[in-house]
Each structure stands twice: as structure tokens, then as C-alpha cells.
């Protein structure tokens, strides 16, 4: 356990830190699934559209350094080519 101040604030700061980034990465998976659904359904325009929201959250995670800018990219990527993919 932390036993000076400066100790005590750096773990105060974690957990905040570590909350934040919870919530971030947690609505990053949640608009990645939104996308795989509408592409699973088949819905076209519903998938661009939400792949349009799910790049913006990928790329807001990235430049809070929650991924790193290549995971991002590979997200982004694949679920690009899945929307492309879809027949409608």
C-alpha cells in the first residue's frame, strides 16, 4: 500500500485513469458489434452508418493512446472490407 503522498495520488490517478479507459474501450467493442450486426443482417446502409460511428470511436481511442494507432487501423480496416462486403 502507498505510505507517502505522492504515492497516494499516483494510485488515486489510476483508478481514475482506469476508469475512463473501461468506458472508452467498452463503447469502442459495443459500435464494433453494432457494425458486425448490421453486416450480418445484411442492412447496407445501417452498417456504413454505423461504421461511421465506430471509426470516430476507434480513432478518439486511439488518440487517447487507449490502442495503439496500428490496432486501430486493423479494426478500421477489417471492418471496412465486412461493410463493403455486404450484398444489398
Avoid: P
Avoid at 21 to 41: D, F, G, H, L, W
Amino acid at each position: 500500500m502507498a505510505n507517502h503522498a505522492s504515492a497516494k495520488k499516483r494510485v488515486r490517478q489510476t483508478v481514475k485513469r482506469t476508469a475512463r479507459n473501461r468506458q472508452i474501450r467498452t463503447y469502442v467493442r459495443t459500435c464494433v458489434k453494432r457494425v458486425r450486426a448490421a453486416v450480418e443482417s445484411g442492412d447496407q446502409d445501417a452498417a456504413k452508418k454505423a461504421l461511421i460511428e465506430a471509426v470516430s470511436r476507434i480513432d478518439g481511442a486511439v488518440s487517447k493512446g487507449i490502442f495503439h494507432r496500428k490496432t486501430g487501423s486493423r479494426y478500421i480496416s477489417r471492418l471496412t472490407r465486412q461493410v463493403h462486403g455486404v450484398q444489398g
